[in-house]
T-cell receptor
Framework: GAVVSQHPSWVICKSGTSVKIECRSLDFQATTMFWYRQFPKQSLMLMATSNEGSKATYEQGVEKDKFLINHASLTLSTLTVTSAHPEDSSFYIC????????????FGSGTRLTVV | GIQVEQSPPDLILQEGANSTLRCNFSDSVNNLQWFHQNPWGQLINLFYIPSGTKQNGRLSATTVATERYSLLYISSSQTTDSGVYFCAVVDSSYKLIFGSGTRLLVRP
């Protein structure tokens, strides 16, 4: 149990376009979902936390207007990178929490975004 | 916010060797997890261990919450153990904060 599906696995887009990444909890309802970004040979940096039906909470330094997060249901959260630039190229990973209370964090397989 | 530091940053082992990875954190935490990130980026949960000791095959972990550190032991290492090991702590807002990671290479 506790499977999180993330799509697409990789995407290449042109500068200035937008890209949407989906994160679905397949067999449980996710109270909270998290979005992380990982640059090569670095750690995972938390970008934002989203709770179903409410606005996402962004970490300091993360542009809200550039990284749009929607958590419309208990099983789906989306991250849209708007007006992407080469510096947005990175590995994006979502995580879903069943409880939102410190345990049960399940990760998607990640999306490798390349902006050319 | 809470700081999570891991050591060593890089580790090279010969197959069959044992190793200890360390994770220090700067404040009390609600939980702590160890992950292995494989070459494709997938995070594999190894342990939930807010305190005490757990073992799973060749891996074991110990967290001493009062002293704010956790250790991951790998015994009889295999080439498939290569990858990056992260510890992550759950802070007071129930966010999972990752450490800097230990990059492990096991040579045959």
């Amino acid at each position: 149990g506790a499977v999180v599906s993330q799509h697409p696995s990789w995407v290449i887009c042109k500068s200035g376009t937008s890209v949407k990444i989906e994160c679905r909890s397949l067999d449980f309802q996710a109270t909270t979902m998290f979005w992380y970004r990982q640059f090569p040979k670095q750690s995972l940096m938390l970008m934002a936390t989203s709770n179903e039906g409410s606005k996402a909470t962004y970490e300091q330094g993360v542009e809200k207007d550039k990284f749009l997060i929607n958590h419309a249901s208990l099983t789906l959260s989306t991250l849209t990178v708007t007006s992407a630039h080469p510096e947005d190229s990175s590995f994006y990973i979502c995580s879903a929490s069943r409880s939102g209370r410190g345990y049960g964090y399940t990760f998607g397989s990640g999306t490798r975004l390349t902006v050319v | 916010g809470i700081q999570v530091e891991q050591s060593p940053p890089d580790l090279i082992l010969q197959e069959g060797a044992n190793s200890t990875l360390r994770c220090n954190f700067s404040d009390s935490v609600n939980n702590l997890q160890w992950f292995h990130q494989n070459p494709w980026g997938q995070l594999i949960n190894l342990f939930y261990i807010p305190s005490g000791t757990k073992q799973n095959g060749r891996l074991s972990a110990t967290t001493v919450a009062t002293e704010r550190y956790s250790l991951l032991y790998i015994s009889s290492s295999q080439t498939t153990d290569s990858g990056v090991y992260f510890c992550a702590v759950v802070d007071s807002s129930y966010k999972l904060i990752f450490g800097s990671g230990t990059r492990l290479l096991v040579r045959p």
